[in-house]
């Protein structure tokens, strides 16, 4: 029989990984779950004997290519957040009004222009009909659907309440997606306004500044120029005759970075100055708190265990401090404790939320508390956001003027000698 490679949580939220025999994928997937095992990633194992991957390719349930296979990959599709979020919304109110979960994928199909989409509903439904869980078939496509959301699909089947786990997802995501939205809107502003300045500047020394050092030249020849003009004009010889030089830096830089951030160590650090670093740390900070408050209340609310619950922040934080961070709480909790003592000794999370956390474990209201502190710490990003918008536009606008004012003063020192000059 095929060998498949498979990745797990158990009830206890504790990850495993093995083997298993079977005819086919969904029904290794059948086997796992009868033994109580939340299933992550499952996949033929590359190793197998080429009669095994021969059998598990003709195993009944197995998908069979039509024509010519010229072994060419394009890439997995991947549907865009926003489709997704969309699809959850639609799918919510379909379900909300009784239609069955085929003929509710088979009619966002039809309707779906978007290619990606449409393909990847298609494949869900297909593998529905044969008899596969809706998780089951989305757990197929896990670059589209994360644990996040596999893990709330797999609640709301266990629950019986799927359009209820849906409008939840829908929500989550939409938030998510506005305090995104107001992030990167925080951030366009200074780009733009930086590289409109970054060209001036480069335009001036390279084209306008090597004028006037012709000038210079011919009328204050064997005269020391003031060290300020000195600098500049050494600057513009450098971006005129070297700029080589700074696009190296920038790709040794970037590299760089690339390099580090694949190691989890890299990772960290750079996350950490992230969180640390002025004027954007606040935000970055309080967007983090804001995602893991709603993840985990969205998740305890619907019916996800909570070391479970945990494993997935952890894996989906996107930031290796607040991993690190949930990874000592999910640790913690494993062992009976409560999540607000953890989370205060991490010392990324502030006092209020801790204390909120404690009143919420206190009075078995924890998820709903939880939604709280997202909904006050969305509000507090978006006045952040305000406020660092307001702010960066004067520090801009005085930063420019410094750096043309030194450019413009630096060539003008010298003029006041040649204007002598020619009135004597």
Known sequence: MPLFLYT???????????????????????????????????KPAKGAPKEKQKEAATAPGAKKKKGFDLNISI??????????????????????AGLPLIRSLRTLEKQSKNPILKQILGASADSVESGST???????????????????????????????????????????????????????????????????TSGLMIFIVPNFKKIFDELLAG??????????????????????????????????YKITNKTKM??????????????FGPIISKTAISRFSR????????????????????ETAGNE????AVGKVHDAVKEGEGIAAPLGASAIFPQMVISMIEVGEETGKLPEMLEK??????????????????????????????IVGTIVIALFMPLTKIIDKLGK
Request: hydrophobic letters at 50%; zero cysteines; glycine letters at 6%.
């Open 75 to 96: 890439g997995t599709p991947v549907i865009k957040r926003k489709d997704l979020t969309i699809f959850t919304r639609q799918l919510a109110i379909l379900l909300d």
């Open 295 to 314: 993840t985990l209340g969205t998740l305890m609310s619907s019916g996800v265990p909570i070391l479970n619950a945990l494993n997935i922040i952890k």
């Open 134 to 200: 809706f998780s089951e078939a989305l757990a197929q496509h896990p670059k589209s659907f994360d644990k996040l959301y596999l893990n709330m699909i797999r609640a709301g089947e266990a629950a019986g309440a799927m359009e209820v786990i849906l409008n939840r997802l829908a929500v989550f995501m939409e938030k998510a997606a506005r305090i995104a939205g107001k992030v990167k809107s925080a951030l366009i502003y200074p780009t733009v306004v930086f590289s409109i300045a970054m060209l001036v």
């Open 373 to 402: 502190i997202a909904d006050t710490y969305e509000d507090e990003v978006d006045n952040a956001v305000g406020a660092l918008t307001s702010m960066i536009e004067p520090l801009m606008i005085v930063g420019l003027a410094v």
């Open 266 to 279: 890299g990772r960290y650090g750079i996350d950490w100055v992230k969180y640390n670093m002025p004027l």
């Open 223 to 256: 005269e020391p120029l003031p060290e300020l003009t000195q600098f500049v004009m050494l600057i513009s010889k450098i971006l005129q005759e070297q700029i080589w030089i700074f696009g190296v830096i920038i790709a040794v830089i970037f590299v760089a």
């Open 8 to 42: 797990a949580m158990d009830a206890s939220g504790k990850e495993k990984k093995g083997k298993i025999d079977a005819s086919a994928e969904d029904t290794a997937a059948a086997e796992l779950k009868k033994q109580g095992l939340f299933i992550t990633m499952i």
């Open 321 to 324: 401090v607040v991993s690190k």
